[in-house]
């Protein structure tokens, strides 16, 4: 059983930059691909990034490329998402999934998910 745990989240002005951290434990993490997703009031959970298992390969929407960069460091069970140029409908809380093996960007396939972080940018 992996638990998750985020943190970083918090309020900033349009523009403005912020840095996700998702801390695992209870498995091992470099056997997981990780990712981010998030879900603003009335929507559905979607996908931001994904990392493959060595970090090597990442993968974004469109919505966040060049704006988000996800690592991580497997020393330190961490995966993170960092956030420049944010935008007011970058608002939402912001989940971390671990997914074995491989990722995906279909919320449904990830197998264990944090609670969440909530990230609100001002315009």
């Known amino acids: 059983q992996v638990q998750l745990v985020e943190s970083g989240g918090g309020s900033v002005q349009a523009g403005g930059s912020l840095r996700l951290s998702c801390a695992a434990s209870?498995?091992?993490?470099?056997?997981?691909?990780m990712a981010w997703f998030r879900q603003a009031p009335g929507n559905e959970r979607d996908f931001v990034a994904a990392?493959?298992?060595?970090?090597?390969?990442?993968y974004y929407p469109d919505s966040v490329k060049g704006r988000f960069t996800i690592s991580r460091d497997n020393a330190k069970n961490t995966v993170y998402l960092q956030m420049n140029s944010l935008k007011p409908e970058d608002t939402a809380v912001y989940y971390c999934?671990?997914?074995?093996?491989?990722?995906?960007?279909?919320?449904?396939?990830?197998?264990?998910w944090g609670q969440g972080t909530q990230v609100t940018v001002s315009s």
């Open positions: 209870g498995g091992t993490f470099s056997t997981y691909a």
């Open positions: 999934a671990a997914k074995f093996m491989y990722y995906y960007t279909r919320r449904d396939e990830y197998d264990y």
């Open positions: 990392i493959s298992r060595s970090g090597s390969s990442t």
